[in-house]
């Protein structure tokens, strides 16, 4: 047997040295995380940090404590039931308009028009959103006008109020259900055609091919931008603020109250909310994430 | 009378009529392959006999019953895909129970086939896997359990080995084969892979442009070709430009040099241009020993195939191969060389549409 020590490896004339070189690739993402440090990261830790001090800046977890009075945790609540309305609503109609048209055999300039519009309306949001429902849904909107002149419907005598939960919800589904449409389309390009067939030829009935085959395959996918959107209407604030001029107590107006120092002025107190805020963001991230990753595996 | 039997069927798509008129009677427990090439019309009748499509005109009937318009949940039949279709959120007990689910058969009942059907496909240890878990060949044979595991009376195979690769492809045709014949299904398979359905097939039907060319056994549609599509699709084929010399006596000419055919030549007169057909494996070197017909050529080429040796030689314009069979002692002319080769009589095949 032939031994070979160490010294004869490292003098060997075949032995390639390594150098590490840094690829140029990372010049082009090193945007992408000055842009994280400096909006996410920094951002947040400021919160954490603001949210575990009182006012005089010494360390203090009253802020968390303070979060469990009954108007907090109100507009949590308030916050969460906006959130699960909107997503679930525009998620289901956002649903309903993707399958029509990848799957519903329509012309393709239907999606394509659909995937345009869908692309722009879930950005547009925020102040000019609002100020667009205020003048089309609001007490002398173009639609509210209309309604009551040509069928004599004042829809404000029925019930209606743009400055409530359900103008609120009405306001917000503007942005979740193209969201939507954007986030499921894939999924449900993803649907093979085969699998349908194959059930047919199987025996099953569409119920049956839909309650064991499509829905259980989309189901992560749909879940998962469901709760997207539920994050998503959660941080919503602009909106919220600029249609109910700051009167409507979700936990985003909260948070801008106490930092802002309308009527009480107690930034720690708000920072620990916003942290609250986060950590739901966070988790509820974590989930899509988590039912993207099995979705995708069925579907690639 | 037919087990299953197709009665002028025809498909319209718009204007492009992709099955013309096609008539198919296969028997109980037969292994018919649709063989062409791709937009031939094969794969649209597999899918009219699966109830996919609906024909524009003529009748489908399975076991003397009129299957044309039924869905495909009433027709009994099982159908294997190219992508093998796999539903990818059930294991694989699941999708090869998802046909006596969906029947509403008692549980105990789908795990009994089930097993049964894992067993034939061996596979007994993957039932609680996941498709994506599993290699192309293993999800074919879950795909072609599950066709079967309903227990069909017609099996249909759309290319089902068209995405695997070749070492497999030949393993999973046998294995596809035994089964078949282990439980005597009446079965349909597509495929433009002239080599599977010559390998695997009772009858091969040859289509082209929506039409069936040649209806045959793997033998006689390989060595009787009908048409000069056929005759061209199915195996490596010499076609060679030659002259009628002697109607009577089958003689023809290939650059002034005398040849005869045992075909009855008809429809065409002394001096008439015609095209013949002769398989490479049908030629061989006069040195080896000499048969009816004898030609003069010119060696162009000489390729090694492993098995076999394939000569391209030239006689006048025509160009054309020869194979013979690869051993160690095979002695073969050089590049350059003029040599006499030989083949015999019903070797050569005056082509249709000449």
Redesign the interface.
């Known amino acids: 047997m032939t031994h070979i020590n160490q010294a004869e490896i490292l003098n060997h004339p075949l032995r390639v040295t390594r150098t590490r070189n840094i690829s140029w690739a990372w010049l082009g993402v090193l945007p992408f995380f000055v842009f994280a440090i400096a909006f996410l990261i920094l951002p947040a830790s400021y919160l954490v940090v603001g949210s575990l001090q009182d006012t005089k800046e010494n360390f203090t977890l009253a802020n968390f404590a303070d979060m469990f009075q009954p108007e907090i945790l109100g507009a949590y609540w308030l916050s969460i039931q906006v959130s699960v309305v909107t997503a679930v609503g525009g998620g289901l109609l956002g649903f309903m308009l993707a399958y029509a048209t990848i799957l519903g055999g329509l012309p393709r300039w239907v999606r394509n028009a659909l995937m345009t519009f869908s692309g722009v309306a879930s950005n547009f949001s925020g102040v000019p959103l609002a100020f667009a429902f205020i003048a089309t849904l609001g007490r002398t909107g173009f639609i509210t006008a209309l309604l009551k002149t040509a069928f004599g419907l004042n829809i404000y005598e029925y019930g209606f109020n743009l400055y409530s939960f359900l103008g609120l919800s009405l306001a917000y589904m503007y942005f979740q259900f193209p969201l939507m449409v954007l986030i499921i389309a894939p999924a449900l390009d993803g649907i093979?055609r085969?699998?349908r067939?194959?059930?047919?030829?199987?025996?099953?009935?569409s119920w049956?091919y839909w309650r064991?085959?499509a829905l259980?395959?989309l189901l992560p996918s749909l879940l998962g931008t469901m709760i997207l959107l539920f994050g998503n209407a959660l941080g919503a604030y602009a909106t919220a603020f600029a249609l109910t001029g700051g009167t409507f107590g979700l936990a985003t107006i909260l948070i801008g109250r106490q930092i802002r120092g309308e009527v009480l002025q107690n930034p720690g107190l708000g920072y620990a909310v916003a942290v609250g805020m986060v950590i739901i963001m966070a988790l509820s991230v974590s989930i899509y994430s988590w039912l993207q990753r099995r979705s995708e595996?069925?579907?690639? | 009378m037919a087990f299953l039997e197709l009665d002028n069927v025809s498909k319209s798509f718009g204007q492009v009529e992709a099955v013309q008129n096609f008539n198919l009677q296969a028997e109980r427990g037969e292994f018919v392959s649709f063989l062409g090439p791709s937009g031939c019309g094969k794969t649209t009748t597999l899918r009219m006999i699966?109830?996919?499509e609906l024909p524009t005109a003529g009748t489908i009937l399975i076991s003397g019953n009129d299957v044309t318009f039924k869905?495909?949940?009433k027709r009994n039949?099982?159908?294997v895909?190219q992508?093998y279709?796999?539903?990818?959120?059930?294991t694989v007990a699941d999708n090869i129970g998802?046909?006596l689910?969906?029947?509403k058969k008692p549980s105990a009942e789908i795990k009994k086939r089930v097993a049964e059907m894992l067993a034939l496909i061996k596979m007994e240890k993957f039932g609680d896997r996941y498709p994506?878990q599993l290699s192309g060949g293993q999800q074919q044979r879950v795909a072609l359990a599950?066709?079967i595991a309903?227990q069909p009376q017609v099996l249909l195979l759309d290319e089902p080995l068209s995405a695997l690769d070749a070492k497999i492809r030949v393993a999973l045709r046998q294995e596809i084969r035994a089964i078949q014949r282990e439980l005597g299904i009446t079965t349909v398979y597509v495929t433009h892979d002239q080599e599977e359905a010559l390998s695997l097939s009772d009858r091969v039907v040859v289509m082209n442009n929506g039409c069936i060319e040649q209806v045959g056994t793997p033998f006689e549609i390989y060595n009787f070709p009908q048409t000069e599509f056929t005759a061209q699709f199915v195996g490596t084929l010499n076609r060679i430009g030659a002259t009628v010399r002697d109607v009577a006596n089958g003689e023809l000419l290939i650059d002034s040099q005398r040849i005869v055919t045992a075909q009855k030549l008809e429809g065409v007169s002394n001096g008439t241009a015609v095209t013949l057909s002769i398989r490479p494996e049908r030629i061989s070197f006069a040195a080896d020993g000499r048969k009816p017909n004898g030609l003069n050529v010119r060696v162009e080429n000489i390729t090694f195939l492993g098995s076999i040796v394939r000569v391209q030689v030239r006689a006048g314009d025509n160009v054309f191969l020869m194979d013979t069979f690869n051993n160690p002692f095979l002695k073969l002319p050089d590049i350059g060389d003029v040599v006499e080769i030989t083949f015999s009589k019903e070797a050569v095949l005056v082509l249709k549409h000449a």
Do not use: C, D, H
């Open positions: 093979k085969e699998w067939e194959a059930s047919e030829n199987l025996g099953a009935t049956q064991y085959v259980p395959i595996r069925w579907l690639r | 699966a109830g996919f869905p495909p949940q039949t099982g159908m895909f992508a279709a796999l539903f990818p959120n059930m998802f046909g689910k969906v029947a994506y599950r066709a309903i």
